[in-house]
């Protein structure tokens, strides 16, 4: 729970790096987000559907009236209903720090993700709107709204989290072999590495690793290695301009356009068609404002 004081510490400190509005509704194929973790903390309200998010590799439902806090560096990845597509506000904030966590953790490492909000709802809602119209405003600055408003949703996030029960994640168990192939995996995903190389580096047979992983895990190793790459691949997308090239060399792929086909293949989008729909989507929202 936070404490008054803490809210004096995070004042002067917290800004924006990234603001989308999510729309399901308007993908051609079911909308998602592979697996991939951010160098900040991500704030996401759920403001109408359904969907599904895996944090700390525990699923969690959600729907309207959700606020998802997804602590720095934390893995997780979403995908909407088809019947009820997901609209949500996704909004990445830095300079956050509370006594006695790491930079950019709103919550405890074991702890939930998932805030009820409650009669809190309207207000957050209303609140992430006029921010997203006033950080996508290219004709005037407002940064001191900006600042106050960020300082309300703190505020009003301290109140909810703290009038509700903690309810801590339950933690996965796993054989000695698959923690560290899963930590392996993760820190060397952007590498070209395969099921063989994953169980050389291990000195085991990829048969016994491939069996161990898939039953424990739920995801085959390949499957993994690509959730990781395409989420990764996808992170940069949305909250950055850098040359697809580069994303694709960097996400373990020479040959761009293998990317380019697994990457429609896994989200019905080319790279190209990916960012200019979310770059759009924005603007989009900005009119309904």
């Avoid at 953790?105 to 006029?130: K, M, V």
């Avoid at 600042?147 to 509700?164: E, K, T």
């Avoid at 054989?175 to 169980?199: C, H, K, M, P, T």
């Avoid at 380019?260 to 989200?267: A, D, R």
Wanted: glycine letters at 6%; proline letters at 3%.
């Amino acid at each position: 729970m936070f404490r008054p004081d803490d809210m004096n510490l995070m004042q002067d400190q917290m800004s924006i790096v990234h603001f989308k509005n999510i729309i399901a509704e308007d993908y051609a194929t079911r909308w998602s987000v592979s697996l991939h973790k951010h160098d900040f903390l991500e704030l996401s309200l759920i403001t109408d559907g359904e969907g599904e998010l895996e944090y700390g590799q525990t699923q969690y439902p959600l729907q309207k009236g959700i606020l998802v806090v997804k602590n720095v560096g934390m893995l997780h990845s979403e995908v909407s209903s088809l019947e009820k597509p997901i609209r949500e506000y996704c909004l990445g904030v830095t300079g956050v720090q509370i006594p006695g966590r790491p930079a950019n953790c709103l919550l405890h490492d074991d702890a939930s993700p998932i805030l009820n909000t409650g009669s809190g709802f309207q207000y957050l809602e209303q609140s992430f709107r006029f921010l997203l119209k006033l950080f996508h405003d290219e004709e005037a600055s407002h940064d001191d709204e900006i600042h106050a408003i960020l300082i309300g949703l703190a505020g009003a996030i301290q109140f909810i989290a703290g009038s509700q029960p903690r309810r801590k994640i339950i933690a996965q168990t796993y054989s000695e072999l698959v923690e560290d192939s899963l930590s392996y995996i993760e820190e060397n995903f952007q590498n070209r590495i395969s099921v063989n190389g994953v169980a050389e580096h291990f000195h085991v047979s990829p048969s016994t690793l491939s069996h161990k992983f898939k039953d424990e895990v739920g995801y085959t190793v390949k499957q993994y290695i690509l959730e990781l790459q395409l989420g990764e691949a996808e992170r940069r997308l949305i909250f950055s301009n850098e040359d697809i090239r580069v994303i694709s060399e960097d996400c373990g792929y020479s040959n761009l356009q293998y990317f380019y086909n697994v990457f429609k293949k896994s989200t019905g989008y080319t790279p190209i068609e990916f960012r200019e729909f979310y770059q759009t989507s924005i603007f989009r929202e900005m009119e309904e404002i």
